[in-house]
């Protein structure tokens, strides 16, 4: 968007804007620039007066000038790629001159000046961060990694050998697991003498990570209603914490949100059965994966936590948007705060494919008539809601729009298991969810009622038995 001069001069100075005189050292601009790269990007004027807005123009000092042009390369570390405009005015003099635009661009990397100082916009402030804020900079930009850091007082003895071991025969690594620990991926280092276990290393293969990261958890609280209430009114229905290593928790979080989803299953036109969901399946994964694959480990005093209302489902993850991740470019744009971890869970199936979840979402619940997740950040908890296909209860959707009695589903349910055990003693719960359009957890229901009822009975194991239909 193109402004007059006008409009630039009555712009007031904020986050992602400010004015400087001609006559500002290249060493002091250079503190803005960096701190608007670090930051959301933005927009400088050189030649207006930040502290009277009197138009001085640029014009009349051509060397000091050219030295305001080589700041974002000879005063900022890395350089800065901004673009540069001289936009024509008359200046407070009365003579033709031209203000200097600089447009800075929000950058994946972290900048500083030539001290070695880093800056963060803050309103209309150029903010010097401390060094602990400049670390948790890098992390969010994926100039460190959080995860790479060591763990604390850990040690080998706090690594569980066998989940290695496990890790290794998925990805065909045959080397020992302390082989595969020292030359792969920084899991351990070591200081001298001292072994460094890093943090992902306790995450991923620790044998009881909460006593290094008590709050790397994730935590399930369903509300009645839309709304949470506290004190007298307070509306908590269930509250559940899942904790382990990260794919434990990621397992038993998805496992119990699926008992939770609301579903609906009616005769189709077609004589088979459908099933209507609330959330569809791929959303509760890819939404649970994200939080717990993403979050900001270096933040330790709070988990994830899922909250389920009536209408919704929300996931309060600790830790900005990481990158060049934003709110307005995060169905198409990835980036790992965690790239290790992330890797992990894409050999277990989790991540199917980097960058396409957050899309394939959108698309799913496009489908079913929702709306695409919304984002936003409060203070340093990113919170994404996802609404959901509200269904009544006892609803039914048949050709006829006729409602069939719950007794009757449930009977030709069972008619059509028992049909399919017949065809294949040995059917699994998961075949008979395919092909009968049910949800697995309901499958589940349909053979515990029939071993109740007699009308069925479990011969052998889980796996290597079969299903016996009783003559009685």
Known sequence: MRYTIEEIRQMPEGQTF??????????????????????????????????????????????????????????????????????????????????????????????????????????????????????????????????????????????????????????GYGKSPMEYLQENKGFLTYKGDVPQVSTACILLFGKRPQNFFPRARVRFIKYYGTEEKVGREMNVIKDVTFEGRILDQIQKTIDYLETQVKEHSYLGEDGLFKTDREYPKFVIQEMTVNSVCHRDYSIKGTEIQIKMFDDRLVFETPGKLPGIVRTDNIRHTHFSRNPKIAEYLKAYDYVKEFGEGVDRMCRELSAIGTKEPQYHLVAFIMKASVWANVLEEGQEK??????????????????????????KPQISRSEISHKMGLHESSVKRRLKMMVDKGIIQRIGSDKGGHWQISNN
């Open 18 to 171: 400010d004015c400087k005189s001609i006559h500002i050292e290249p060493k002091a601009l250079a503190n803005t620039i960096v701190a608007m790269a670090n930051a959301d990007g933005g927009m400088i004027a050189v030649g207006i007066s930040d502290k009277t807005r009197r138009i001085e123009g640029v014009n009349q000092d051509k060397a000091h000038l050219n030295e305001i042009l080589r700041t974002p390369f000879d005063f900022c570390v890395p350089t800065i790629s901004v673009t540069t405009e001289f936009m024509p005015c008359q200046d407070s003099e009365g003579n033709d001159n031209h203000i200097l635009i600089i447009h800075v661009p929000a950058s994946p990397r972290l900048h500083a000046n030539q001290a070695d100082e880093v800056f963060w916009r803050v309103g209309d402030k150029s903010r010097k961060l401390p060094f602990e804020e400049r670390l948790q900079l890098m992390y969010d930009k994926g100039e460190r990694y959080y995860e790479d850091s060591p763990a604390y007082d850990a040690t080998i003895e706090d690594i569980d050998m066998d989940t290695v071991k496990a890790y290794m025969k998925r990805i």
């Open 398 to 423: 048949t050709i006829s729009d006729q409602k069939r009695p719950e007794s009757d589903q449930i009977s030709d349910q069972i008619k059509m298991i028992l049909e399919l055990i017949k065809e």
